[in-house]
């Protein structure tokens, strides 16, 4: 299978379709998000920085992002094709994506667009609700996505959260940066020739049928 690099507004859906590719597919699962919120967990000073940025619906900065995805790119199993969510959300992190996935020779690579209105996005994160141990994201507005159990984590047992940024305000900041700073990524994948469209209303089973026979290729 190709690896697989999302590109989307905030919660249109890579973290919920990541985790059925990883199910179906054996990928790794590369989340920027939940790396930072491990950080943030700890209480370390640099978990209070980044505490700060991703509350208030800002970006972190690319030197910081690069260096996290560096590290994390070099630890890999090379035998198993990722998903990146959540890098690149710049211009600057694709082209350094770029040079590193040439540095460590991985070539056969999907930029999956997951298209979707902010009316559309902003209904899904006021119902989101993510594990703490998982990281499985649910989705009490959706009955396709909501847990078993009011509240409790299928797999886990645990009880869901919701995150510190899915709030309106903080949203609508964070659709404005996806906007401003990670949409334009799109025309750089677009003249590449690897980037595909997914319409994100469609249904996960849809969906996933979809990036499939795109990956497979
Ligand atoms: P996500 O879980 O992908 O929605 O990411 C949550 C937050 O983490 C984002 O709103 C950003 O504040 C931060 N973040 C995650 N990935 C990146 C990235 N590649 N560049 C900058 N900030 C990021």
Request: aromatic residues 4%; contains cysteine; negative net charge.
């Given at each position: 299978m190709r690896n697989i690099i999302f590109i989307a507004p905030p919660a249109a859906g890579k973290g919920t379709i990541s985790d059925l590719l990883v199910k179906s597919y054996n990928y790794e699962h590369i989340s920027t998000g939940d790396l930072l919120r491990e950080e943030i967990k700890k209480s370390?000073?640099?978990?209070?920085?980044?505490?700060?940025?991703?509350?208030?619906g800002k970006l972190v900065n690319d030197e910081f992002m690069i260096n996290l995805m560096e590290n994390k790119l070099n630890s890999l199993d090379t035998n198993k094709?990722?998903?990146?969510?959540?890098f690149p959300r710049t211009l600057e992190q694709a082209k350094k994506l770029d040079e590193m996935l040439v540095s460590n020779k991985v070539t056969n690579n999907l930029v999956v667009y997951l298209n979707i209105s902010l009316e559309e996005a902003l209904k899904r994160v006021m119902g989101r609700v993510i594990c703490p141990n998982c990281k499985r994201s649910y989705n009490l507005?959706?009955?396709?996505?909501?847990?078993?159990?009011?509240?409790?984590?299928d797999d886990c047992k645990v009880g869901l959260e919701h995150r510190s940024d899915d709030n309106e305000e903080t949203f609508k900041t964070r659709f404005q940066n996806y906007l401003e700073n990670t949409s334009p990524i799109l025309d750089y994948y677009k003249d590449k020739r690897i980037l595909i469209s997914i319409d994100a209303m469609d249904t996960l089973d849809n969906i996933i049928a979809e990036i499939k026979i795109e990956a497979e290729k």
């Open positions: 370390s000073d640099l978990g209070k920085k980044l505490d700060e940025i991703i509350k208030q094709s990722f998903i990146l969510d959540g507005n959706n009955e396709e996505l909501k847990p078993k159990v009011d509240n409790i984590c």
